[in-house]
């Protein structure tokens, strides 16, 4: 009885100490490595930037020296690549995360999701992102903090794009892809324009649902004249 007890005793240790193991690496472990994939992912943006920017002003016709010269423009979304970085100051002036084309699994370890087919950033149409709320960095933990008014700003290296929140939360189900149409359903808006959503799951740790915040495009600055208001303290 007692070499019973003990086996029972010793395997419900056994199996403690993995599920504690397995909680760490869920909590911690998945979002260092994240994190340290989503810099990457911004790094590569930047030197991908910097690189075509020499390039257009050593081409020829290229501006004087010392006049400015135009930023690169924006290359062709590639699936799984990244092609601009998002900003929330709701979330923190901290807060910036890469963007990339696509919302495979995969992709979505990397930073955030651009859904392929819909509108291309700052153009009309629905320009609709996806992100974790837990996990891999949890890169959208705060999601329900969003609010009307809240800014989220893009930039592709040409231009910052600053979108003013206008709806949220709306909670639905995952098979309601309406919530990405051109002009989506229940978001209040009525006509074509330039739009941006938002995705994320609920419950917090769960997948059953998901939260929507939709925002329309409120201003665009090229990025020579600096940083647009909404990121500056």
Not at 80 to 97: E, H, S
Not at 109 to 138: E, I, P
């Amino acid at each position: 009885m007692r070499v019973i007890v003990r086996t029972v005793s010793e395997l419900c240790i056994t199996v403690g100490t993995l599920i504690v193991l397995f909680v760490v690496y869920v909590l911690f472990w998945t979002g260092v490595k994240a994190d340290s994939v989503m810099h990457d992912q911004i790094d590569q943006l930047q030197r991908q930037w910097s690189k075509a920017a020499v390039q257009q002003t050593a081409a020829p016709g290229a501006s004087a020296p010392g006049a400015s010269a135009s930023p690169p423009k924006p290359a062709p979304y590639r699936s799984g690549k990244p092609f601009a970085i998002m900003y929330v100051p709701r979330l923190g002036f901290t807060w910036n995360k890469p963007v990339l084309e696509g919302t495979a699994t995969g992709t979505l370890k990397k930073g955030l999701g651009h859904y392929a087919g819909t509108a291309v950033l700052g153009q009309t149409g629905n320009f609709a992102v996806a992100g974790h709320r837990r996990t891999y960095g949890d890169p959208f933990k705060d999601f329900p903090e969003l609010r009307p008014g809240d800014a989220v700003v893009l930039t592709d290296w040409t231009t910052w794009f600053t979108y003013r929140v206008d709806k949220g939360l709306y909670k639905t189900v995952p098979t309601d892809v309406e919530v990405i149409d051109p002009v989506p359903r229940m978001s209040g808006y009525t006509r074509p324009g330039r739009y941006l959503t938002l995705t994320t799951c609920d419950p917090e740790w769960g997948h059953s649902h998901r939260l929507i915040v939709w925002a329309h495009l409120d201003s665009t600055q090229p990025v020579e004249a600096g940083k647009p208001e909404a990121l500056r303290r």
